[in-house]
């Protein structure tokens, strides 16, 4: 993290008189989902922004902490944000791998449960993740859809959005509810795949429709 970003952050947090510890909540900067709670002290509060790695306090172990010192799955921080009452701190943070400790992406997600907690918008954010995942590890999937779209390369990528957004119109225009939203999800994932391929995140495309809806009076409008 860029050392002037945090200035002065730290002596926003209060800790608890007696324990010395405040509550830090750990949120995916990318799908919005909640992946654990934990604790910092002072030092460790000093350290996660210092260092830009989540580092707790922990309880059992009475150290510091540094999520994924032993299993590499750390948690990158992107921005800290206090609390209304300054005793608890919320990190946005990009995850290495799984959080918790059982394998799962979020310490609340379930055994019993499909799939994790993630709002639906924050999906599309965790498929682009995989997305990437297999553009780079190809070997890990070779039999995978999306590695073999890579492998044919952009043209073939940007021709299937084509394909895929002639149909999505097909079937917006002929009344097709029932098969629309399949033709929409078909649309969405070649054009994460395209952007992928171009090297551009859907994070960049989503800062122009903000900036936008910010000065509506551009060229193209998005509604409020």
């Known amino acids: ?123 599309l954010a965790a498929l682009e993740r995989l997305i990437v995942h297999r553009q780079q590890f190809p070997e890990q999937a070779p039999t995978s859809y999306t590695v073999s779209l890579f492998n044919k390369g952009m043209a073939k990528i940007a021709q299937k959005v084509g394909e895929e957004a002639i149909e999505t119109v097909i079937d917006a225009v002929g009344g097709q509810r029932d098969t629309l939203p399949g033709e929409v999800a078909d649309l969405l994932y070649h054009l994460l795949v395209l952007l992928v391929a171009a090297g551009v995140p859907t994070s960049e495309v989503i800062a122009v429709l903000q900036e936008r809806h910010r000065l509506p009076n551009t060229r193209h409008l998005t509604e409020g």
């Open 1 to 123: 993290m860029n050392s002037s970003f945090v200035t002065g952050i730290a002596a926003e947090l209060r800790f608890d008189p007696v324990t010395g510890l405040a509550p830090a909540i750990v949120q995916d900067a990318d799908t919005g989902q909640v992946l654990m709670l934990g604790y910092v002290n002072a030092e460790a509060w000093s350290q996660t922004q210092q260092q830009g790695r989540v580092t707790f306090f922990s309880r059992s172990k009475n150290r510091l902490w540094t999520k994924g010192e032993s299993s590499g799955n750390f948690l990158t921080v992107v921005s800290l944000h206090v609390d209304c009452d300054a005793d608890t701190v919320l990190i946005r943070a990009i995850p290495t791998g799984p959080t918790c400790h059982r394998g799962t992406t979020s310490c609340f997600e379930q055994p019993e449960q499909l799939q994790a907690p993630v709002a639906p918008i924050g999906f």
